[in-house]
Nanobody, 123 residues
Framework: QVQLVESGGGLVQAGGSLRLSCAAS????????MGWFRQAPGKEREFVAG????????FYADSVKGRFTISRDNAKNTMYLQMDSLKPEDTAVYYC????????????????WGQGTQVTVSS
């Protein structure tokens, strides 16, 4: 059984930075890839960024490209999301997810999910 636990959320002013972490545990954790999603109140969950576990190929939503950086530490089974130049519209609950198949922006493709961490950006 794979468990994902996010941390690092909080309240920050516009223009500030936060770094989210997603720690994975499980007997054999070998996902094809992992991703970050977010969900704002009244909106659907949306893809933010993804990374392949072996090769480290990265993918970003257009809305965060150039501001967010996804990375992973295979030895620690941990994924990160460095968020810079934050905007009020980045306010949401951020979820990490892991997939056993080639990753896309589709949430339904991911097999495991964390509980989410709140990010609030004030103007």
């Amino acid at each position: 059984q794979v468990q994902l636990v996010e941390s690092g959320g909080g309240l920050v002013q516009a223009g500030g930075s936060l770094r989210l972490s997603c720690a994975a545990s499980g007997r054999t954790f070998r996902p094809y890839g992992m991703g970050w999603f977010r969900q704002a109140p009244g909106k659907e969950r949306e893809f933010v960024a993804g990374i392949t576990w072996s090769g480290g190929n990265r993918f970003y939503a257009d809305s965060v490209k150039g501001r967010f950086t996804i990375s992973r530490d295979n030895a620690k089974n941990t994924m990160y999301l460095q968020m810079d130049s934050l905007k009020p519209e980045d306010t949401a609950v951020y979820y990490c997810a892991a997939a056993n198949s080639p990753i896309t922006a589709a949430a339904r493709q991911y097999n495991y999910w964390g509980q989410g961490t709140q990010v609030t950006v004030s103007s």
